[in-house]
């Protein structure tokens, strides 16, 4: 599914002294099967962007009225967003279909664990999801949370009975992440899903969401501002500021731009970061920013030059 | 979640807004006490009257101030139904049917009373809106001293209430995360019958708990990192003060409970006077 929002806004609080734009006539197009990256400070409006891609924030309202429309028709300003064929502009969307095919771990999953053990809280989205008519059966619960268990890196018999609170930190953010992609959605949604781990467990996360991305959903998309992070997995990035989209570009061309980045607040990866200095000493290395990229690069040169 | 405003502060800078917590404390109960003591529409309109000065000189929207009384309406409406239809008094009734009874007097009675809830939903509101969490604690503190001669702990009670007011907003915006987060888990919060929707809460409630308890936990460690010691050598960062503006409302507030009392007890013989005065 394809996710296309064109001149998006969003206030919280509007018309009292809290008013806060988050979003600020944002457009932006995620294709299908990327590995999305957002990037930006806090408050620059990514999370608030993110929680409108599964209808937990809703186009406001003001802007599906009658006059409204007929104005925005006339000056091409419309606000659009679509999420493959649902178009979250409209009152009509089945949001309950959405939220299906949009899977959303939220930024410290683990505190959203509720159930007496691991197996219930993995299968309450399957169980919220299913069709009235056709309640899946133990077995088919089993089944997915099994499949569910094990694509986030978790032995089934060894911890489905046990309570989630009993398990590490690491342990409770893959049940949780485990508890959304139980239902098998097409786009996956991370807001911050290393934050607050160690970096062997950030290490095992993101290879996770490899995995994830390879063989169980589409699109993944993670909001973060680790630039290590996005550099390393994500084939497309977008850059917010202020309730706006700064840069839509490749990881490549991104982090190229390290003054425009700064100027933002934003950093620019580790790699990157070795490309300038190396520059500064007369050595051009071009590379994709990624730590294998990076060391293919300069053996590369080395392999020319003999000496790097 | 995000409506209510019961119990908020609307930030601006008012005559209102700098009057002493402890005034206005003192002059909440006063007001309170001269809306059940009036007993007439001279003396509640008196009530309404100084509730709307104050809310001119608060700066704060009337219908900021309206909206508080939306949680309660129903309340409103209902007690009013039910004393129109039931209350029986010595005049005849307009209207009989089955066990109701309408009397003009029932009427009356109940439109006392919508005024009275009405009024006592707005000016508790007022002072939540004018009035900082903080200001508000410290000036209970200070109106509670009395009760340390009998070694009742004040500071602790204000520093449970305090603390307690702090984490309305912090709690508040946890609950909606968690909600958003079993939400987009297929949760569903707004359909079904009583008992699905009871067990919907569970969700949320559990991890609410979890995280309050938490917070608890690491705010008791951070007091102790900083040796926290209850009221021992502490001293206030904010001073109270009486000012003149504190004067002035003390003043009013005396004059309108004298006033409300005297109508009650002269009624209508003290208006026949004061209307003879005037013609």
Same mark, same amino acid.
């Given at each position: 599914?394809?996710?296309?929002?064109?001149?998006?806004?969003?206030?919280?609080?509007?018309?009292?002294?809290?008013?806060?734009?988050?979003?600020?006539?944002?457009?932006?197009?995620?294709?299908?099967?990327?590995?999305?990256?957002?990037?930006?400070?806090?408050?620059?409006?990514?999370?608030?962007?993110?929680?409108?891609?599964?209808?937990l924030?809703?186009?406001?309202?003001?802007?599906?009225?009658?006059?409204?429309?007929?104005?925005?028709?006339?000056?091409?300003?419309?606000?659009?967003?679509?999420?493959?064929?649902?178009?979250?502009?409209?009152?009509?969307?089945?949001?309950?279909?959405?939220?299906?095919?949009?899977?959303?771990?939220?930024?410290?999953?683990?505190?959203q664990?509720?159930?007496?053990?691991?197996?219930?809280?993995?299968?309450?989205?399957?169980?919220?999801?299913?069709?009235?008519?056709?309640?899946?059966?133990?077995?088919?619960?089993?089944?997915?949370?099994?499949?569910?268990?094990?694509?986030?890196?978790?032995?089934?018999?060894?911890?489905?009975?046990?309570?989630?609170?009993?398990?590490?930190?690491?342990?409770?953010?893959?049940?949780?992440?485990?508890?959304?992609?139980?239902?098998?959605?097409?786009?996956?949604?991370?807001?911050?899903?290393?934050?607050?781990?160690?970096?062997?467990?950030?290490?095992?996360?993101l290879?996770?969401?490899?995995?994830?991305?390879?063989?169980?959903?589409?699109?993944?998309?993670?909001?973060?501002h680790?630039?290590?992070?996005?550099?390393?997995n994500?084939?497309?990035?977008?850059?917010f500021?202020?309730?706006?989209?700064k840069?839509?570009?490749?990881?490549?061309?991104?982090?190229?731009?390290?003054?425009?980045?700064?100027?933002?607040?934003?950093?620019?990866?580790?790699?990157?970061?070795?490309?300038?200095?190396?520059?500064?000493?007369?050595?051009?290395?071009d590379?994709?920013?990624?730590?294998?990229?990076?060391?293919?690069?300069?053996?590369?040169?080395?392999?020319?030059?003999?000496?790097? | 979640?995000k409506?209510?405003?019961?119990?908020?502060?609307?930030p601006?800078?008012?005559?209102?807004?700098?009057?002493?917590?402890?005034?206005?404390?003192?002059?909440?109960?006063?007001?309170?006490?001269?809306?059940?003591?009036?007993?007439?529409?001279?003396?509640?309109?008196?009530?309404?009257?100084?509730?709307?000065?104050?809310?001119?000189?608060?700066?704060?929207?009337?219908?900021?101030?309206?909206?508080?009384?939306?949680?309660?309406?129903?309340?409103?409406?209902?007690?009013?139904?039910?004393?129109?239809?039931?209350?029986?008094?010595?005049? @005849?009734?307009?209207? @009989?049917?089955?066990?109701?009874?309408?009397?003009?007097?029932?009427?009356?009675?109940?439109?006392?009373?919508?005024?009275?809830?009405?009024?006592?939903?707005?000016?508790?509101?007022?002072?939540?809106?004018?009035?900082?969490?903080?200001?508000?604690?410290?000036?209970?503190?200070?109106?509670?001293?009395?009760?340390?001669?009998?070694?009742f702990?004040?500071?602790?009670?204000?520093?449970?209430?305090?603390?307690?007011?702090?984490?309305?907003?912090?709690?508040?915006? @946890?609950?909606e995360?968690?909600?958003?987060?079993?939400?987009?888990?297929?949760?569903?919060?707004?359909?079904?019958?009583?008992?699905?929707?009871?067990?919907?809460?569970?969700?949320?409630?559990?991890p609410?708990?979890?995280?309050?308890?938490?917070?608890?936990?690491?705010?008791?460690?951070?007091?102790?990192?900083?040796?926290?010691?209850?009221?021992?050598?502490?001293?206030k960062?904010?001073?109270?003060?009486?000012?003149?503006?504190?004067?002035?409302?003390?003043?009013?507030?005396?004059?309108?409970?004298?006033?409300?009392?005297?109508l009650?007890?002269?009624?209508?013989?003290?208006?026949?006077?004061?209307?003879?005065?005037?013609?």
């Open positions: 599914m394809r996710i296309v929002a064109e001149h998006l806004s969003y206030t919280y609080n509007p018309k009292s002294p809290f008013e806060t734009k988050a979003l600020d006539d944002v457009s932006l197009t995620i294709e299908e099967g990327e590995f999305f990256g957002i990037l930006g400070h806090t408050g620059s409006g990514k999370s608030t962007f993110v929680q409108h891609l599964n209808g924030l809703r186009v406001p309202s003001s802007l599906r009225g009658y006059r409204e429309k007929k104005r925005d028709r006339e000056n091409s300003s419309r606000t659009l967003l679509q999420v493959g064929d649902f178009d979250l502009t409209s009152k009509k969307t089945d949001f309950r279909a959405l939220r299906k095919a949009v899977g959303m771990v939220f930024q410290y999953p683990e505190y664990l509720f159930a007496e053990t691991v197996k219930d809280d993995v299968a309450f989205g399957l169980k919220n999801f299913a069709e009235k008519n056709q309640k899946p059966s133990a077995e088919e619960i089993e089944r997915a949370v099994r499949e569910a268990l094990g694509a986030v890196g978790l032995d089934y018999s060894e911890v489905a009975a046990k309570s989630p609170f009993d398990l590490s930190g690491g342990q409770k953010r893959r049940v949780a992440i485990a508890g959304v992609i139980v239902t098998r959605p097409e786009i996956l949604i991370l807001d911050e899903p290393a934050a607050g781990l160690d970096p062997l467990g950030k290490q095992d996360i290879t996770l969401l490899h995995d994830l991305h390879r063989r169980w959903c589409k699109t993944v998309i993670i909001v973060s680790d630039m290590d992070e996005i550099a390393e994500c084939t497309m990035s977008a850059v500021a202020e309730g706006q989209v840069y839509c570009l490749p990881p490549r061309e991104l982090f190229q731009k390290a003054e425009e980045l700064s100027a933002l607040g934003l950093d620019i990866p580790l790699t990157a970061k070795l490309c300038r200095a190396l520059e500064e000493r007369g050595v051009h290395v590379c994709d920013f990624t730590t294998e990229g990076f060391v293919r690069a300069v053996l590369a040169l080395k392999a020319k030059g003999g000496r790097a | 979640m409506d209510v405003s019961f119990g908020q502060y609307y601006v800078d008012s005559f209102v807004h700098r009057l002493d917590p402890r005034l206005k404390l003192l002059f909440l109960i006063v007001f309170i006490a001269a809306i059940f003591v009036a007993n007439s529409f001279w003396s509640l309109g008196l009530c309404v009257l100084i509730l709307i000065a104050a809310v001119a000189f608060s700066r704060v929207p009337f219908g900021k101030v309206l909206r508080s009384v939306r949680g309660v309406i129903f309340l409103v409406l209902f007690t009013a139904a039910v004393n129109v239809l039931f209350y029986t008094g010595k005049s @005849e009734p307009l209207w @009989e049917w089955w066990i109701f009874t309408v009397t003009r007097e029932g009427i009356v009675f109940s439109v006392f009373l919508v005024l009275r809830l009405i009024l006592l939903v707005t000016c508790s509101s007022m002072l939540t809106y004018t009035t900082t969490p903080v200001a508000l604690t410290d000036g209970i503190e200070s109106l509670l001293t009395p009760l340390k001669w009998v070694h702990p004040v500071h602790a009670l204000a520093l449970i209430m305090s603390i307690a007011l702090r984490f309305i907003p912090i709690l508040m915006d @946890e609950t995360r968690i909600k958003n987060a079993q939400k987009a888990r297929g949760a569903d919060f707004e359909s079904g019958g009583i008992v699905k929707r009871i067990r919907a809460i569970v969700p949320i409630l559990i609410l708990l979890l995280s309050a308890f938490r917070r608890a936990d690491e705010l008791g460690d951070a007091m102790d990192a900083r040796c926290y010691m209850g009221d021992k050598h502490r001293v960062y904010k001073k109270l003060t009486f000012t003149w503006r504190d004067l002035i409302v003390a003043l009013l507030g005396a004059a309108l409970l004298a006033g409300v009392i005297l009650r007890i002269y009624g209508a013989d003290l208006l026949g006077v004061y209307l003879g005065v005037v013609l």
